[in-house]
């Protein structure tokens, strides 16, 4: 059965969607082509040529096409989409899980239930009704409406919703000719050359064979490719002859190792002449490095020429790791069939110079839990599923990091067996206590065994406060926990504590595992000061890195109202001094600091790939040469597309010789043209200035409309809703604003609004500046203009929907008929706007399948959602053209 606390509560009603004549129908159209139709007619009790009947009647299409992904990749979408109108029994039924599957994603799945309010209202079984001929004459005007704002929403889109996952399936698409002439002096990488590479080495055959594969597919060239003794590789030529590569000796491009302890993993060297080429590295994914940098001239170039020249680049950043943009979150090692990195995801993200990725992690799901054998079932199917994750993306010299936010946190029910490991409880759960020894021996013979079964893994990085419930102090407002047994600690103590037994076991067993220490939600709400960080940095083991947000405390000052800068934003350029003060006291300890960033996007807009803010990226990744990190974890779980963002941000990984343009006027020469790229740098300061007047806090970012965008529906009377974590926003103005008063919040959207739409009347002028002739580059400027459209769509929206609350507020204020009248006008001109907005965005989402995703949300809305907003704003003005003046 499901877990007790999800229980569907009875003294809460669920949110009323007059917009629809009946429930029924509400059911059909937000699950139509979500999932299979003979599902849809069996919970609602009927055939499935009424639920055809209801559909056809609506102006949906029918018959509908069925996409599988959705119960696979969108389950969250469909789960939020029905939480108002489907009980328990049947949303079961839709999905076609048990309790047990619904009451693990609610718990673990990032945060699903708090993401839909920490509650579930009542809800009565939905089954076919007949209509009555009053609600057939609405269904009518829903019909009229469709035709007339969405006449080609029956007809095949041009993209379908996941239609993402293509592009990272590998394909062997023949390669493309080519025509440049060569400058003076470049070299063509033609077929006279034979890669040589260091026998005996784990994967630098891999590389060498892979970049010759790539060689050809891209330019119809093929290399040749020899191995070489270790010690010969510095002589890469005579030993290739003398190996039998040929009787004259061939152009060579040589692979070699030479260890340097003064330089970072990965740093190598580059040198390109008319008959040799020399890659020296560190190591083995040093070389892949240059390998990779030697596609990138040649891509840059639209040619297989490379300029003579000595390059060297000597690793600034030695870890750079990402999450998965489309990994499922909850369980992604059980189903092979949902990997969260196939080949051509590592491929990109390897050329992107990333190193790391990585996932979530139970480690009761990974190793044996004796007290509790029923969680651990199917452990040894995730284990394998790890362990050839790891392998894959090795040989792309990326490496595999778990999240470890552990002990996890048990049922109250649990502590019946055990009661002595029973720690701090809240509601229903209480943490293991790690101040139990048998606690700490669980953890730390549990982590020992997760590095013995996976030797290769990588690496860990820990939360130790807050996220979820895990030791006594983690979610303990004020420091202030009922365990008794941790009540006479602090909780720096207990959370160095728990990353010492994490981290000695880890390294027990693999020496060179890296055990980032994350300092997230190490805040004074849970009890913590500078002091007390610095102690806990002091009490960490040797060889631990130290983690930080980097905007983490950051400062702000946004339309005149002070705050300050809780997880991490883009807008607000970091670091801060409080992480800076962090890094400094880990590098005094000897340990190293990483920064946790966001490159790509933030909750202050996730429902895009990236945000095209290039001055302040820029501007953080100056500020983090200077800073002292030597790690960067480029995102949470949004933030992981293989964006231009992150093309970009690559440039800062190395130390190396930068040409007299730099930063984002190289970028967007290379991948626009000099004329293009050039109106393309002036479009993306515009929007940097825009965004930057973003009203940031963490409650905005949280609450407010952004994320939605034109898909939250209006309401012309209060619905009384909280606003909930990057779920619904509903009307809940107070929670969205935060600490920002009504009116400067209304006028701060306005601004980020009106800025980032001159940005795209200014991006709309590169476009026949672009080489139509050049594939690549008409991609990469509708890719970025698609991006920038839809990013307009929710800012606006954001402004347009403040307003529209404010106002509608002042309806049942005012006594005056004259301004009664003048506040539904401006009412009527919002809706006007809104419903234009939603079919702006309706065009994007049609043509884009990125826009709306997220890989912890996974679709924030559907299409049919853009197009329920538009039948909902008909109805909303509908209700205010019927309102009166109130009486008195």
Not at 774 to 794: E, G, I, P, T, W
Request: charged fraction near 25%; include cysteine; glycine fraction near 6%.
């Amino acid at each position: 059965m499901l877990y007790p606390g999800y229980a569907e509560n009875k003294d809460v009603e669920p949110l009323s969607l007059p917009h629809f004549p009946t429930v029924q129908q509400t059911v059909v159209w937000r699950n139509w082509e979500l999932v299979p139709l003979d599902r849809l007619a069996k919970i609602l009790r009927t055939t499935e040529e009424n639920v055809l009947t209801l559909a056809r009647d609506m102006g949906l299409r029918v018959p509908p096409r069925i996409d599988e992904q959705w119960l696979i990749r969108g389950y969250i979408t469909i789960i939020r989409t029905n939480w108002h109108i489907l009980p328990y029994n049947q949303l079961l039924e839709l999905l076609g899980w048990s309790p047990d599957m619904l009451a693990y994603a609610l718990k673990e799945d990032d945060f699903l239930w708090v993401k839909l309010g920490n509650v579930k209202p009542a809800v009565e079984p939905v089954v076919y009704i007949p209509l009555t001929r009053e609600e057939e004459l609405r269904t009518r005007e829903i019909r009229e409406t469709i035709d007339a704002h969405f006449p080609i929403s029956r007809d095949e889109s041009p993209v379908k919703p996941f239609d993402f996952l293509n592009n990272f399936t590998c394909n062997n698409e023949s390669a493309e000719p080519w025509a440049v002439s060569a400058n003076p002096d470049e070299v063509l990488l033609s077929h006279e050359w034979t890669i040589v590479y260091p026998e005996g080495r784990e994967r630098v055959e891999t590389f060498a064979r892979r970049f010759v594969a790539e060689h050809e597919a891209v330019w119809g060239i093929r290399l040749s490719a020899s191995p070489i003794l270790d010690s010969d590789a510095q002589d890469g030529e005579n030993t290739a002859v003398q190996r039998g590569i040929g009787e004259v000796p061939q152009r060579i491009l040589s692979l070699s190792i030479k260890p340097d302890s003064a330089l970072l993993s990965e740093s190598h060297r580059i040198r390109v002449s008319a008959e040799r080429i020399d890659i020296q590295a560190v190591d083995e994914v040093g070389l892949l490095r240059g390998l990779n940098w030697l596609q990138k001239k040649m891509e840059e170039r639209n040619a297989p020429y490379l300029e003579p020249k000595s390059t060297v680049r000597n690793t600034r950043f030695d870890l750079r790791y990402v999450y998965s943009y489309f990994a499922v979150y909850g369980d992604p090692l059980l189903d092979a069939d949902i990997d969260p990195y196939p080949e051509e995801m590592l491929s990109q993200l390897s050329k992107l110079g990333i190193n790391g990725v990585w996932l979530q992690a139970l480690l009761y799901k990974l190793v044996p839990f004796e007290r509790a054998p029923e969680l651990s079932v199917d452990w040894e199917k995730r284990i394998e599923g790890l362990k050839r994750l790891v392998d894959r993306a090795a040989d792309y010299g990326i490496g595999i990091y778990l999240y470890y936010n552990e002990p996890r946190a048990m049922p109250l029910s649990f502590f019946e067996k055990v009661p002595d490991w029973k720690g701090h409880a809240a509601l229903e759960d209480a943490s293991l206590c790690t101040t139990h020894p048998e606690v700490q021996d669980y953890l730390r013979t549990g982590t020992a065994r997760l590095f013995t079964e996976v030797p290769k893994l990588a690496g860990l990085f820990t939360i130790t406060m807050s996220e979820n419930l895990t030791n006594c102090f983690s979610r303990a407002g004020g420091g202030n926990t009922n365990c008794p047994r941790c009540a006479s600690r602090s909780p720096h103590e207990v959370a160095s504590e728990v990353n010492r037994i994490i981290a000695e076991a880890a390294h027990s067993v693999a020496p060179n595992a890296r055990i980032l220490c994350w300092t997230w939600g190490w805040t004074q709400w849970l009890g913590w000061s500078p002091e007390t960080i610095d102690e806990a940095i002091d009490l960490l083991p040797d060889r631990v890195s130290v983690m930080s947000n980097s905007e983490e405390g950051l400062i702000t000052n946004i339309g005149g109202v002070e705050g300050h800068v809780v997880d991490y934003s883009i807008s607000q350029v970091g670091p801060s001094e409080k992480s800076l003060r962090i890094w400094s006291k880990a590098r005094q300890r000897g340990l190293s600091a990483v920064a946790k960033v966001q490159f790509n996007i933030t909750w202050e807009c996730a429902s895009v790939p990236y945000l095209p803010t290039m001055d302040l990226l820029e501007r953080h990744l100056n500020n983090l040469q200077k800073s002292g990190v030597s790690g960067l974890m480029l995102s949470w779980t949004l933030g992981g597309y293989p964006s231009l963002n992150l093309e970009f941000a690559s440039q800062y990984y190395w130390d190396t010789e930068q040409s007299s343009v730099k930063g984002p006027e190289l970028v967007a020469g290379n991948v626009f043209g000099a004329e293009a790229g050039a109106v393309v740098r002036e479009a993306w300061s515009a929007f940097s200035y825009a965004f930057g007047q973003f009203p940031f806090h963490i409650g905005v970012a949280y609450t407010a409309p952004q994320n939605i965008g034109p898909a939250n529906l209006l309401y012309d009377k209060p619905t009384g809703r909280a606003a909930t974590m990057v779920g619904i926003p509903y009307d809940d103005l107070k929670s969205w604003r935060s600490i920002y008063p009504e009116e400067i919040f209304e006028v701060q959207f306005q601004k980020v609004a009106d800025g980032w739409k001159r940005g795209i009347s200014i991006l709309q002028e590169a476009e026949p500046l672009i080489d139509c002739s050049d594939s690549r580059k008409k991609a990469a400027f509708f890719d970025l203009l698609h991006v920038a459209k839809a990013a307009y769509c929710h800012f606006k929206t954001s402004h347009l929907q403040t307003k529209f609350i404010r106002l509608r507020d002042k309806l049942d204020t005012t006594a005056d008929e004259p301004q009664f009248q003048a506040i539904k006008a401006q009412l009527y001109v919002i809706i006007e706007e809104e419903i234009e907005l939603a079919k702006e965005l309706y065009d994007i989402v049609r043509n884009d399948s990125r826009i709306g995703f997220e890989a912890s949300n996974h679709y924030f809305y559907t299409a049919q959602d853009l197009m329920e907003k538009v039948i909902n704003c008909m109805h909303v003005r509908q209700r205010l053209e019927e309102r009166k003046l109130p009486l008195g």
